[in-house]
């Protein structure tokens, strides 16, 4: 399937749910209260691309989900290659990562604000905390996934381990790494989110979710919300797949299938 056909795929797909949306409230088969018919959401989301203090908190969410983010990238990255590459150390964390993965992120807001306060600091901590498995867990698999044969032939030739890492290592782990910073992506975007929702003051998009949930008929802004929510995160999506299909197209070319030999050549060896 081309690019262009999953392209209108997904327009397609988005378009039968709209008018799905649109269909069951207009036939009031559910309160309008409950749920507002899908155009009142569009317009209003669309209307709030013009308030200046709705974009402030969206730009708030987006810098504390590119901090959180970026630093999960940063322990992560090289962490996953010491435990890649010192497989005794690796052992002896195992259990300590395999404790900690499964924590939700969420479960852990009252004691992260607990500790440090319900700012900025807090949240960050909690996204770094949640996007840094994904990316952590895709560089230890990327690096024991790396051609062997590629890293003797460096050590025949008398290169160090550094030079190994460098030149073999980790150009054979950036894809699975791009691909675990992908998820984590979106898993720091619905932290972004969720922490501010749950903490109910501050800046954010989650910030204006959470006080139009307690406001009489803000259904329709709770909705609105959400579809900015929902947008972000398809764009952001959109973009780390563009830049890792750019960056390492070698990766995600399918080799030529091997050729079945035909009646002919059957016959030619018998």
């Not at 010491?82 to 969420?106: K, N, Y």
């Not at 025949?156 to 890492?165: I, K, M, N, P, Y």
Request: one cysteine or more; charged letters at 15%; glycine letters at 10%.
């Amino acid at each position: 399937m081309t690019r262009r056909q999953e392209l209108l795929l997904g327009v397609l797909g988005a378009v039968l749910a709209f008018g799905a949306c649109e269909a069951v409230s207009r036939a009031g088969l559910v309160r309008r209260s409950y749920l507002p018919p899908a155009s009142d959401v569009l317009a209003r989301a669309a209307q709030l691309a013009g308030d200046r203090a709705f974009l402030d908190g969206v730009g708030a969410t987006l810098r504390a989900w590119a901090l959180g983010l970026g630093l999960a990238c940063a322990i992560a990255v090289p962490l996953g290659l010491l435990l890649g590459a010192v497989p005794l150390l690796d052992a002896a964390l195992r259990a300590i990562v395999e404790f900690l993965r499964p924590l939700p992120s969420v479960a852990l807001i009252p004691l992260v604000s607990l500790l440090l306060g319900s700012g900025t600091t807090a949240e960050v901590t909690l996204i770094a905390y949640a996007s840094l498995w994904p990316v952590l867990f895709n560089t230890v698999y990327g690096l024991a996934e790396t051609d062997p044969l590629a890293k003797d032939t460096l050590r025949t030739f008398g290169f160090g381990r550094l030079a190994v890492l460098l030149r073999v290592e980790l150009p054979g782990t950036a894809p699975f790494i791009a691909a675990g910073v992908r998820i984590s992506a979106a898993v720091a975007l619905i932290l972004a989110v969720a922490s501010e929702i749950l903490s109910g003051f501050g800046q954010g998009l989650g910030i204006f979710i959470a006080q139009a949930e307690t406001a009489t008929d803000g259904t329709r802004d709770v909705l609105a919300g959400v579809v900015w929510a929902g947008t972000l995160g398809l764009v952001i999506n959109g973009v780390l797949v563009g830049a890792e299909r750019r960056l390492f197209r070698w990766a995600h070319e399918t080799p030529p299938a091997r050729r079945q030999p035909g009646p002919e050549r059957q016959e030619a060896r018998t």
